[in-house]
């Protein structure tokens, strides 16, 4: 028993070996079983099965779900955005996988099994070795199950770098046909796109975009370099700055510190600058907004104009 090699193909797939894996290192076919029969595989699915001594992880869990139904399957839907790391999933949460072919009922304990008639952006990449959609696709398919989920994934997925606002555009009139379930939701985040056209640095400023458009501000830019400082955003039309203040910015005097000479820096120079915290985006947005635009009033700026 060439256990070695074994352990070989399991550690590159999360502890998982097939049974077609095994037998193509020259195992007799009654080795799967005796494997089994010894302790040393555990079943996983029909012909999938996780090597002793590799932990079952959730990685695990997805990469057996692609590995069975003849190894076509494509992580997508919830878990794929989970892969790109922009979901938390629950411990109950089942697997989303995507099986390219309509034929088939077969059903997998745990799993979601999609069988799109839409075959855009199927051809899979791989995370941690699991092949798995297109962001663009992710966050499609993830609209047709969790809609309510689909801004917040975006942000995520924008700030990763994972896709842009010209991939999503391109990607919903691809696979805008009639019926297409998850198109809705994207169609509408798209048409009232409440960011930036810089990228953000963090949630944090995503969050912040999104406040913004709401509510009718004018349009700003993030990521504003004023000498030998950059500040989160503003308007440099009316010399009105806004700063982030997030978990962990401020943890050390020195930090304080630094951040009073920017200020000055900047007041200086002419800059209003306003503080805000992450409680007071997400739990008084109204007092957010009202405090810039009352700075932006004292710079000139008319509403409506």
Not at 280 to 305: C, D, F, M, N, Y
């Amino acid at each position: 028993m060439k256990l070695q090699m074994l352990h070989d193909i399991a550690s590159a797939q999360h502890g998982l070996i097939t049974r077609a894996q095994l037998l193509d290192t020259g195992e007799a076919p009654r080795a799967w079983r005796r494997l089994h029969d010894a302790g040393l595989l555990v079943p996983r699915h029909t012909n999938v099965s996780a090597l002793m001594g590799f932990p079952a992880t959730r990685d695990q869990r997805l990469m057996a779900a692609t590995l069975a139904l003849n190894g076509i399957g494509v992580a997508s839907h919830r878990s794929a955005a989970y892969l790109y790391g922009a979901w938390t999933p629950k411990d109950d949460e089942p697997i989303d996988i995507i099986v390219p072919d309509r034929g088939g009922g077969r059903v997998l304990h745990g799993v979601t099994i999609h069988r799109p008639r839409d075959r855009e952006d199927l051809a899979p990449l791989r995370l941690d070795g699991i092949r798995v959609t297109t962001a663009t696709r992710t966050l499609i398919d993830l609209g047709a199950v969790s809609p309510y989920a689909v801004p917040s994934v975006t942000e995520r997925m924008l700030i990763a770098g994972h896709t842009t606002r010209e991939h999503l555009t391109r990607a919903v009139a691809r696979h805008s046909e009639r019926g297409r379930a998850g198109i809705g939701p994207m169609r509408e985040l798209l048409s009232s796109w409440p960011y930036s056209d810089r990228p953000a640095d963090s949630v944090f400023e995503l969050r912040m975009d999104r406040l913004l458009a709401v509510h009718g501000m004018p349009p700003h830019l993030t990521q504003i370099e004023i000498g030998p400082y950059r500040v989160d955003l503003g308007w440099p039309e009316f010399m009105v700055a806004g700063e982030l203040d997030g978990w962990g910015k401020y943890e050390r005097l020195a930090q304080f510190r630094d951040q009073a000479r920017r200020d000055a820096y900047l007041q200086i120079r002419g800059w209003l600058v306003v503080h805000f915290t992450w409680r007071e985006v997400t739990r008084s947005p109204r007092k957010v907004i009202a405090e810039l635009q009352a700075a932006l009033r004292s710079r000139g700026w008319k509403p409506g104009l």
